[in-house]
T-cell receptor
Framework: DQQVKQNSPSLSVQEGRISILNCDYT??????FLWYKKYPAEGPTFLIS?????DKNEDGRFTVFLNKSAKHLSLHIVPSQPGDSAVYFC??????????FGQGTTLQVKP | ETGVTQSPTHLIKTRGQQVTLRCSSQ?????VSWYQQALGQGPQFIFQ???????GRGNFPPRFSGLQFPNYSSELNVNALELDDSALYLC????????????FGPGTRLTVT
């Protein structure tokens, strides 16, 4: 039972354009949603999170949108840079701190 | 301030053997969570230790066990290794159980042959 899904295994965008990564979830009890970035041979690095009581959170070039009725969240990166090329994981958590991850989306930003 | 470290980086074991993986948490952190990441998948929660006590467990059999020590470092033990246990094992440390505060180590790549 995959509670968090990232249906796009990969995404390629041009430098300077917007990258939009999507994530769907099934459990309405999740209270936090998080995005992690992972480079090869490194552990995931926390990027940005959003509480279930909000619908948008911004941090610099990164914005996360939450649509609770659709059980959908998205990460927008504007403008995209070649250094953003990595695997992006969406994760969700209930109060326990246990993170449930999606399968990941590999983002390639072309110069 | 040192980050989360894991050892060893890689190891190869034979089916049926036992393995111990180690994690040193970031300074000031009292919680360690372990995750298994199979190839092409996202990390899957194995269990969490908070102040030396198990504080939640994912859908993994009892042959996956753990420990947290008084200095908050942690071990993951896997008995009777199976081929499907081949994966990247990640630990994450945090202060308390806030999911936003988890810092991941680089992982241990386990190959079971």
């Amino acid at each position: 039972d995959q509670q968090v899904k990232q249906n796009s295994p990969s995404l390629s965008v041009q430098e300077g354009r917007i990258s939009i990564l999507n994530c769907d979830y099934t459990n309405s009890m999740f209270d936090y949603f998080l995005w992690y970035k992972k480079y090869p041979a490194e552990g995931p690095t926390f990027l940005i999170s959003i509480s279930s009581i909000k619908d948008k959170n911004e941090d610099g070039r990164f914005t996360v949108f939450l649509n609770k009725s659709a059980k959908h969240l998205s990460l927008h990166i504007v403008p995209s840079q070649p250094g953003d090329s990595a695997v992006y994981f969406c994760a969700a958590s209930a109060i326990t701190g246990k993170l449930i991850f999606g399968q990941g989306t590999t983002l390639q930003v072309k110069p | 301030e040192t980050g989360v470290t894991q050892s060893p980086t890689h190891l190869i074991k034979t089916r049926g053997q036992q393995v111990t993986l180690r994690c040193s948490s970031q300074s000031g952190h009292n919680t360690v969570s372990w995750y298994q990441q199979a190839l092409g998948q996202g990390p899957q929660f194995i269990f969490q230790y908070y102040r030396e006590e198990e504080n939640g467990r994912g859908n993994f059999p009892p042959r996956f066990s753990g420990l947290q020590f008084p200095n908050y470092s942690s071990e993951l033990n896997v008995n009777a290794l199976e081929l499907d246990d081949s994966a990247l094992y990640l630990c994450a440390s945090s202060f308390g159980t806030d999911p936003r505060g988890q810092y991941f180590g680089p992982g241990t790549r386990l190959t079971v042959t």
